[in-house]
């Protein structure tokens, strides 16, 4: 009896601690709603994203195991940029190309985080995305610095659908400050 108790309690503590130290894993697109505007009509741009984030996470979802609850890009973060900011460019009537263009624009991904300050609860949850925007035109360039910020507050520890939401909303709305961005538009109709 005491070594079924002993297998049952070791079974029991190996689950936990496997649940307990699972790392979350998202995938990242962010999508941009841009209005229509003939800002690029007849001219081609060039777009991509560049990964500069420290390290190769996120963050920590915290709690006990809060060195082993890491969140991680599950999928090409410059890739899922450089669509987005396709999907923007050509709403305002730029023909994307995949190498030269007439423009050339880079989103320099500087922050993107999910990380609990709390190492014994998952309850509060700082959250974060920042870019550096940069658009050269004819030997001009401009340069954008754009932020999201976040605080979530959860009564457990959220779901890996939770996060990923939440870093895809963030990164979403920092891309979209640039679009909106009339600094940004008035560079454009000079240079062109």
């Known amino acids: 009896m005491k070594k079924l108790a002993a297998v049952l309690v070791t079974g029991f503590a190996v689950m936990l601690g496997a649940c307990a130290h699972s790392p979350v894993q998202v995938v990242v697109k962010p999508e941009v709603q841009v209005a229509p505007d003939n800002i690029g009509a007849g001219y081609t741009v060039y777009a991509r994203g560049a990964n500069q984030l420290a390290g190769g996470g996120l963050g920590s979802l915290g709690g006990i195991y809060a060195d082993s609850s890491n ?6 973060i410059e890739q899922a940029m450089a669509t987005a900011l396709y999907q923007g460019l050509e709403a305002w009537s730029f023909r994307g190309v995949q190498s030269g263009g007439d423009v050339q624009v880079v989103a320099n991904l500087t922050d993107l985080s999910y990380d609990s300050p709390n ?15 940069q658009v050269s035109v004819k030997g001009a360039t401009f340069y954008g610095n754009y932020s999201t910020s976040g605080k979530d507050r959860n009564l457990i520890k959220p779901s890996r659908e939770e996060v990923e939401a939440n870093l895809n909303q963030l990164l979403s709305a920092t891309l979209q400050r640039a679009f909106e961005d009339e600094k940004l538009k008035s560079f454009l109709r000079q240079h062109l």
Do not use: F
Not at 119 to 133: C, E, F, M, P, R
């Open 71 to 76: 969140v991680t890009l599950g999928n090409d």
């Open 119 to 133: 190492k014994l609860y998952t309850t509060k949850v700082d959250s974060g995305a920042s870019i550096q925007l």
